[in-house]
């Protein structure tokens, strides 16, 4: 399997499934309006790696992928509300994402801030309604526990109130830099992957071995996100770039410079495919998508 595994085709096909079902699970509707906003945002591509965490998580734990869709649905349409909600000028200020105007430019701020509640609602909907009867409820109210810290003071939420506080504070540390990036980044990254494995019946030491793979993967993407705001441009990430320096916020590479956190980031990533040695040849995709993240340009 190493020598033939092709990651692009991977991610392709999963891809692929990805957008079709995100399209499916959220119809037009009435009223139309908010409808529209939350497809704009949800249906305007990104990487959609979450989602893809989920899926190949389910599968390398011996579950059927398509019992994991609804669960990889509801953590991107979660990720993309926290993405409209950032963009706001109460918060971050953006005026483009994923390579178009932010929502709140496109359908003013009081459809987005709802668009992001009515795509956060919906995932759980999505978790509870459509999860397969295949896989056993407890499962399920597991997983939607999970999700559900994960976007909450102790994740997601607390993440971005500690990041709005540090905005040009000289005296921030790289212990807030780190509160931050686990909560506001890597705890959703670890609620797909350890989701994925709930779903599929995984046991606790699996789960254990996948929740610190997640988090390894999760501040190794973050170290990268902060690099690419420096030497990336808009064209290639779809979003504006330079926006930590401008809003005078502390980050890895200028803690570290740019080498030392490109090298900190590769080891937390060849740490993070140690991690699954145990799975054996199976765990080839979760450890090229590890390799994928500090690899990537966008
Ligand atoms: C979750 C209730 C609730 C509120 C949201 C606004 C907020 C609280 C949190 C901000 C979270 C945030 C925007 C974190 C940044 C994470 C990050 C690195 C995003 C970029 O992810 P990519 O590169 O984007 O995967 P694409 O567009 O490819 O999906």
């Not at 976007?151 to 000289?170: F, H, I, K, R, T």
């Amino acid at each position: 399997m190493t020598l033939t595994f092709d990651l692009k085709t991977y991610l392709d096909r999963y891809r692929q499934q990805v957008e079709a079902a995100l399209d499916a699970y959220l119809p037009l509707g009435y009223p139309p309006k908010i409808y529209e906003a939350m497809r704009y945002s949800l249906l305007a591509g990104g990487k959609r790696l979450r989602p893809i965490l989920v899926l190949a998580s389910c599968e390398l734990c011996g579950g059927n992928p398509d019992w994991a869709m609804p669960t990889a649905v509801a953590v991107e349409m979660i990720h993309t509300m926290s993405l409209i909600h950032d963009d706001l000028p109460a918060m971050d200020n953006d005026d483009y994402r994923r390579g178009k105007p932010t929502n709140h430019k496109v359908f003013g701020e009081d459809i987005a801030i709802l668009a992001g509640d009515g795509l956060l609602a919906y995932a759980f909907q999505v978790i509870a309604d459509r999860t397969p009867l295949e896989v056993p409820r407890e499962r399920v109210v597991r997983v939607i526990a999970l999700v559900a810290r994960s976007v909450s003071a102790e994740g997601l939420v607390g993440g971005q109130v500690v990041d709005l506080e540090m905005e040009g504070n000289p005296h921030a540390t790289e212990a807030m830099l780190d509160y931050i990036h686990k909560h506001k980044t890597a705890a959703l990254l670890e609620a797909a992957v350890v989701g994925g494995a709930i779903v599929a019946g995984a046991n606790e030491e699996q789960i254990e071995g996948l929740r610190q793979y997640s988090q390894n993967i999760g501040l190794a993407f973050q170290i990268i996100d902060d690099i690419l705001d420096i030497t990336s441009t808009p064209e290639e990430l779809g979003k504006s770039v330079g926006k930590d320096e401008k809003a005078q916020k502390l980050t890895y590479p200028k803690l570290w410079g740019i080498a030392t956190s490109q090298q900190k980031a590769k080891a937390l990533v060849q740490e993070a495919k140690q991690l699954l040695a145990a799975f054996g040849d199976r765990a080839t995709p979760l450890q090229a998508l590890a390799d994928y993240i500090v690899e990537r340009t966008n």
